[in-house]
């Protein structure tokens, strides 16, 4: 079937920077919507960053101007730049697809198993 693996995770300083990668591979067709998604321990998992087939990207307001979320469509990669990072943007980070694939043919939505981010102070 298909298979998100996130990676670029780790421990950063505030204010510094990382870029996370999230590789999909399988019997893809076609992805369509792919995304970032956090939590933080006590919290529910919410939306960060995604972006369509089309390069349209929508951002979360606490991260607007510092992430920057893109895709290489040849690779089937998807990326997320963060920059300027704050100890609120601990946790760990899902990456989610709305793929396409066959075998039988159908449009499902995946998720990786996470990567872990964490800002000291």
């Known amino acids: 079937q298909v298979q998100l693996v996130e990676s670029g995770g780790g421990l950063v300083q505030t204010g510094g920077s990382l870029r996370l990668s999230c590789a999909a591979s399988?019997?893809?067709?076609?992805?369509?919507?792919m995304g970032w998604y956090r939590q933080a321990p006590g919290h529910q998992r919410e939306a960060v960053a995604d972006?369509?087939?089309?390069?349209?990207?929508t951002y979360a307001d606490s991260v607007k101007g510092r992430f920057s979320v893109s895709r290489d469509h040849a690779k089937n990669i998807l990326y997320l730049q963060m920059n300027n990072l704050k100890p609120e943007d601990t946790g760990v980070y899902y990456c989610?697809?709305?793929?396409?694939?066959?075998?039988?043919?159908?449009?499902?939505?995946?998720w990786g198993q996470g990567t872990q981010v964490t800002v000291s102070a």
């Open positions: 989610n697809g709305d793929i396409l694939a066959i075998g039988p043919i159908s449009r499902t939505e995946y």
């Open positions: 399988g019997t893809i067709l076609k992805i369509n919507r």
């Open positions: 972006i369509t087939g089309d390069e349209s990207t």
